[in-house]
């Protein structure tokens, strides 16, 4: 196993598995419309809450992905293959991660165009929201993945990862609320975007090693 | 100096008996700190020239709320021995932290609600301090699912390991949201370079039950460390031996 390898396998899984991928697109857009119908569908309030929305929804919809990350490669084994592979294990995950990236975001930015028309987002907090997603999402995937490799060996993890991982995105949906209002009010908002950016890769620093070692500890347990 | 005690703490054994002195003295020095600190604040030091009587509730505010984050920072640097060092006695020492460490901030947060009251005239803002430490809460809250849902023992031990660590994050967050961002919250109460701005009378009473509170939770998590120690160790010789002969 090389690492281009490992990329490519990663890729060809998630092309197998499309309707997981399918379910958390699903899961992103239901949770998006429950707000309209569920608290109000006036233009006056979604307008300014729809960036507050969307992020919301995405969160859920990543924790979802990421709860499974690891489950099918432990149960078929070919988890504790990467761990005795003599790769690099953290950057085997980082290339887990960026697979898992691309396969999940990518669909959920094609719909942001439309969500955004129904949820009355004017134009000028539409780019700003895409920035947010494209620079912030990466911190989302690698803060949760340390979750999701918490859980492995558990059989209903899904809610454990939620109650663990959730607080540490609130920092990140803070900063992208704020950087649409800038932007819907007009005002610069290229500093939250850095702040954003710097959480991911703040994350990427620390998150493939400690991910590491709860993928050895599950895999010995 | 000789350091050889220190080192031997690291053994479950050694940690007990040393922690059977201790736990007991430690605890009654901080219930006394505790009460001294508490019947003066309440009872007899002056009120405050603008917040008048309401005010005293910062003598349990300030105390709980300090000790919630350094319980979860004694927890976070418990997690980097481990990880690190792999030694026995940290996870134990973060299992028997993490339970205290949340009433801690639970108390933080509603003594922060009452005296939010009558000070800003609501029970809450989503200001930065307060909702950080909301967040410490469920962080602690966590930390507890994770140790409980977990059957293996030695996977807990990792698990709890690692989200001790990543939460510390948010301790700086905390500590400086009233420093650097715009909130409702007061400054600081007690800094290390500063005089305090009160009057002595003031925050002597304030001194006593923040050591107090600190003692008081020392003791408590000994004493819990030393049922978890039994408890893990049951199947040694030394623990058979040592319930026989006192007992539990």
């Known amino acids: ?221 | 100096m000789n350091w050889a005690w220190f080192h031997k703490l690291g053994s479950p054994k050694w940690f007990y008996s040393w922690s059977k002195a201790w736990a007991l003295p430690v605890f009654c020095f901080g219930c006394l700190c505790l009460v001294i600190g508490l019947v003066w604040g309440l009872a007899f030091a002056p009120a405050d020239y603008q917040q008048g009587n309401s005010f005293r509730i910062i003598y349990i505010h300030v105390p709980v709320a300090m000790l919630a984050q350094s319980c979860y920072l004694a927890m976070g640097i418990a997690g980097v021995v481990f990880l690190v060092w792999q030694m026995k006695m940290s996870p134990i020492f973060i299992k028997a932290m993490a339970p205290v460490g949340a009433i801690m901030a639970l108390i933080a947060l509603v003594s922060g609600a009452i005296w939010g009251k009558p000070t800003w005239g609501t029970w809450w803002v989503w200001d930065a301090r307060l909702t950080s430490v909301l967040v410490l809460f469920l962080l602690y809250m966590g930390i507890i699912a994770l140790q409980n849902t977990i059957d293996d023992v030695l996977l807990a031990n990792k698990a709890a390991a690692v989200l001790s660590v990543v939460g510390l994050i948010n301790l700086p967050i905390i500590k400086y949201s009233v420093v650097l961002l715009e909130t409702l919250h007061q400054g600081p109460t007690f800094t290390l370079t500063k005089k305090p701005e009160m009057p002595a009378e003031m925050w002597l009473p304030l001194l006593f039950s923040v050591i107090g509170l600190y003692c008081f939770v020392a003791g408590l998590v000994l004493w819990r460390m030393q049922s978890e120690i039994l408890l893990r160790e049951h199947r040694s010789s030394w623990v058979k031996q040592e319930v026989t002969e006192n007992g539990l």
């Open chain 1, 1 to 221: 196993m090389t690492y281009s390898s490992f990329l490519k396998a990663e890729f060809l899984v998630l092309w197998r598995r499309k309707q997981d991928v399918f379910n958390a697109l699903l899961f992103f857009i239901i949770v998006v419309v429950l707000f309209p119908i569920g608290v109000n569908s006036s233009p006056e309030f979604l307008a300014p809450a729809a960036a507050g929305i969307i992020w919301c929804a995405t969160v859920l919809a990543v924790l979802m992905a990421l709860e499974s990350t690891f489950k099918e490669d432990h149960r078929d084994g070919s988890l504790e293959q990467l761990v005795v592979s003599g790769l690099s294990l953290p950057l085997l995950i980082v290339l887990k991660i960026i697979a898992q990236w691309l396969v999940v975001m990518l669909p959920l930015l094609i719909t942001m165009p439309l969500l955004a028309e129904m949820l009355y987002l004017p134009s000028s907090g539409f780019w700003a929201l895409i920035g947010t997603l494209l620079v912030g999402s990466p911190s989302l995937f690698f803060i949760g993945v340390i979750g999701g490799a918490l859980t492995v060996s558990i059989k209903q993890g899904a809610m454990l990862v939620m109650l663990l991982i959730l607080p540490f995105y609130l920092p990140v949906i803070i900063f992208s609320t704020l950087a649409v209002k800038a932007a819907q009010a007009g005002l610069p908002y290229s500093g939250f975007l850095a702040m954003l950016l710097a959480m991911s890769l703040l994350s990427l620093v620390i998150s493939p090693f400690m991910t590491a070692i709860a993928v050895k500890a599950s895999v010995n347990a």
